[in-house]
């Protein structure tokens, strides 16, 4: 056997471990400030509003200016957990200085728990150019000002409603404004309760959204009415005045029997069907509220900050 000349480094030698240890050290650390601005904003891109203003725009100047381009923010997500009254800021302030750094270039909003009818009139008068609008627990959002809007969103593609007490007139008017809509959530808060349909009952009419639906929105392609008080009428509505229709989900639906004619129908017209007693496991936002999560219009709360 054959032995080198130079001899091997000792494991176990203090040494030799501290100089693969500083080996490693100079591997593994990158200066952020290096990437190619475009991965950097790639990045950027990915977080929502909340934490590019109130953290990644304060990491260095670089970044700053960075999120101040407004392809950043062509993008806004104002997603919060609700917990309004602990948050020491005002979303809706805040909100309004990521539109203004658009410059007009917004194509995607996603507003959770504070908007109101001044926030959408600001939205419409800030981009004639929304695709997407998500609008999730907006209490102070009206039928009539929802309705009188939907004129200034004739390029709206997708509409997400988690709602609590809206018509079905902002539905007629986004379909007759909207010619682009394909996809439409409108969810309702549920309270736990099957929403019964006792027969003569005129004061609500159950199949209201579901005909407006139905009259307005031919090309929609995917549907998603969550704890819907739509009956079978509304569904066979539904599944006339939507031709192109791919998806259906209709969980927490009760009112609606998927069963003879009506089950066979649905099962070869819907890709992606989702029933009534289906799990909501994966939805989004809660199906299932109480009247404690209910919000209380008289506690408000107060917000100090910036915002």
Known sequence: MKFSDTPKPNPRNPNTTMARKRGRKKKEYRNWLD??????????????????????????????????DPSIWRAIDMHNL??????????EKMCIHAIDRS???????????FG??????????????????????????TDKKLSELAAKLPLLEEL???????SEEPLKALGRCCPL??????????DGRPHIHV????????????LAIAKNMPELRHLQLIGNKVTNDGLRAILDGCPHLESLD???????TLSGNLGKRCAERIKNLRHPNDSTHDYGFMAEISDMDRFDEDDSGDFYSDY
């Open 35 to 68: 990437l190619p601005k475009h991965v950097t904003v790639s990045i950027l891109q990915r977080l929502g509003a909340i934490d590019i203003l109130e953290s990644a725009q304060k990491v260095c100047m670089l970044w700053r200016n960075i999120c101040k």
């Open 82 to 91: 609700g917990d309004l009254h602990d948050m020491p800021y005002d979303l």
């Open 103 to 113: 410059c007009g270039q917004l194509r995607d909003i996603n507003i959770e728990y």
């Open 116 to 141: 109101t009818d001044e926030l959408l009139i600001y939205i419409t008068q800030s981009t004639s150019h929304l695709r997407r609008l998500r609008l999730v627990c907006c209490y102070y959002i």
């Open 160 to 166: 997400d409603m988690t709602i609590s007490s809206l």
């Open 181 to 190: 809509l394909k996809s439409l959530k409108w969810n309702q808060l549920w």
């Open 199 to 210: 027969e003569g009952d005129e004061e609500f009419d159950d199949d209201g959204e579901a």
């Open 250 to 256: 209709i969980r927490k639906c009760f009112n609606v």
